[in-house]
């Protein structure tokens, strides 16, 4: 029997792994969908909730080329900015005990770290990633899978102080589920601390289809900060905090002019444009964080 081809080694083009079309939205349930972009991989908003989704959806097989292809992301976050996410959690109860969901190579639970010291750290990715991330003891352990697989859901149950998913719900097949297993491996009073990227944000539409998450086809799900505080106080959740502003990562411009120009010109030529293009949101970022422009939230919930 032939092998089984390799994500990446796929027989067609991957634009051929689609799941069929869905009529409905995900979140919400509602038949009243607009398109938001169409190429080869088309997003629908929802008319009712605002929740915007890949629609027709990458495959599991789909989504790991793409995942592997984007191995090493441009813009990928600070370590100051991961300091500054960890920083959120102060004004709460050290926590003695974190999980780290989607850690990858463990950067966040590294800079969290800094600002936590004596907090244990554990980290879960479907990757074997964070076995290496153990191995170099960036965590204290490691779990390869997903959050909501019966057996790690079982096992991580009610043993977290925090939950961190950053950049995480956008990109798992079922956000509504990912987060309900999040509160389930808390304890009673423990936090959930999420970073989304806001489809709200004016670059959205100022950019369209070159804006990062919308190029980007492992984003399956881009959720409206309401929808998420609506189904966390629906699971008896407290939001103690909702920070629009603080997490702006100031890439848009420099990531729309790589993914625009990357298909006329060859990578060298590119590079000015991209270079004037990071200064110019470095320079502005002082000023839109504070405005409709800013691409990112924070959510802080407390477990009732
Ligand atoms: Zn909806």
Redesign the pocket.
């Known amino acids: 029997m032939p092998a089984k081809p390799r994500p990446t080694q796929l027989a067609l083009p991957v634009e051929h792994f689609h799941e069929p079309r869905r009529p409905d939205?995900p979140?919400?349930?509602?038949t009243r969908l607009r398109p938001r972009k169409r190429d080869t991989f088309p997003i629908d908003e929802?008319v009712?909730?605002?929740?915007a989704f890949q629609n027709p959806r990458l495959t599991p097989e789909g989504r790991e080329y793409h995942r592997r292809a984007a191995a090493a992301p441009p813009g990928a976050p600070t370590f100051r900015h991961l300091r500054a996410v960890a920083r959120a959690i102060l004004p709460f109860p050290e926590p003695e005990s974190w999980l780290d969901v989607g850690t990858g190579t463990a950067r966040f639970p590294v800079a969290a770290k800094r600002v936590f010291p004596y907090t244990s750290f554990d980290g879960l990715d479907p990757t074997r990633r964070v076995e290496r991330a153990w191995a170099a003891e960036r965590v204290e352990e490691a779990y390869i899978g997903h959050l909501t697989a019966p057996d790690i859901a079982a096992r991580l149950r009610g043993r977290y102080d925090v939950v961190s998913m950053l950049h995480h719900l956008e990109h798992t097949p079922d956000p509504r589920a990912e987060l309900h297993a999040g509160l389930a491996a808390l304890r009673p009073g423990g936090h959930l601390l999420l970073e989304l990227t806001n489809p709200q944000s004016v670059f959205a539409s100022l950019l369209g289809r070159w804006w990062h998450p919308h190029t980007q086809p492992t984003h399956l799900h881009l959720i409206p900060p309401a929808n998420l505080l609506v189904e966390l106080e629906y699971e008896g959740c407290t939001i103690v905090t909702l920070d629009r502003h603080t997490p702006h990562t100031p890439t848009d411009l420099a990531r729309a002019t790589t993914h625009a120009l990357s298909r006329a010109l060859p990578a060298p030529a590119t590079a000015p444009f991209t270079a004037t293009a990071t200064l110019l949101d470095r320079a502005l970022a002082p000023v839109l964080r504070h405005t409709a422009f800013s691409n990112a939230y924070w959510v802080i919930a407390r477990k009732g």
């Open positions: 939205c979140w919400c349930g509602a929802c009712d909730c605002g929740h």
